[in-house]
């Protein structure tokens, strides 16, 4: 499989000598951050990767190995679900799927369109399948990660489904109600991620 990752997790995957799937998960790196920009183009922007990635990747390389994939995990977990007030996790898929349909309101919202469709293909799910690699780095050290592994593949899946339909032209209001179904799908992901190595919300 050609799993694929930001430019910043191979750069870093380069520097410290590690497999990218190792990078990518110690570094805390799957999120999903949505914005409005009024002005520019694309209007609606999205983007994966958080900006903390590279300072988290290096707290983890100064634990052993079991150690910072757990707290990989846990982090992640809740750099997703809980909420600080701007649109990232769970609130920027929430929020993203809100305003879909109001897309056309905005000066250029075409190229938001063609921008969203190109990074779910380009990253294959939004870098949802690349993480799927992660816990496959991760299930050496511990089990119970086959479910959530074959639950984020398929939410890779819906994610270029999704993409697919954005790329043919339906129905904007539509496609919202799918991407906020992709929410649900995503909770429950890291639902199950954070039962086993989280300590609460």
């Known amino acids: 499989m050609n799993l694929r990752f930001p430019p910043q997790v191979e750069a870093a995957a380069r520097l410290y000598d590690l497999p990218p799937a190792l990078a990518f998960g110690l570094g805390e790196g799957l999120n999903l951050y949505y914005s409005r920009r009024f002005g520019e183009r694309p209007p609606h922007q999205l983007h994966v990767l958080p900006g903390t990635f590279e300072a988290r990747l290096r707290e983890r390389l100064d634990l052993p190995r079991q150690e910072a994939i757990a707290a990989a995990l846990a982090g992640n977990g809740y750099g997703v679900m809980v909420c600080t007030g701007d ?11 809100e305003d879909l349909s109001l897309w056309p309101l905005a000066d250029g919202w075409e190229s938001s369109v063609a921008g969203a469709a190109q990074l779910i293909e380009e990253s294959d799910g939004l870098y949802r399948r ?21 639950l984020l593949d398929e939410i890779a899946d ?28 995503e909770s429950r992901f890291w639902g ?10």
Not at 87 to 97: F, R, S, T, V, Y
Not at 133 to 150: M, V
Not at 192 to 201: A, E, N, R, Y
């Open 130 to 150: 690349s993480y799927t690699a992660f816990l496959d780095e991760a299930t050496p050290y511990f089990k119970g990660l086959e479910a959530p592994r074959a």
């Open 87 to 97: 649109w990232h996790g769970l609130d920027a898929i929430e929020k993203w799927g």
């Open 158 to 185: 819906e994610w270029l489904a999704i993409a697919a339909r954005l790329r043919a032209g339906d129905s904007l209001e539509r496609l919202g109600s799918r991407v906020l179904r992709m929410a649900s799908r």
């Open 192 to 201: 199950l991620i954070l039962d086993q190595f989280g300590t609460g919300i």
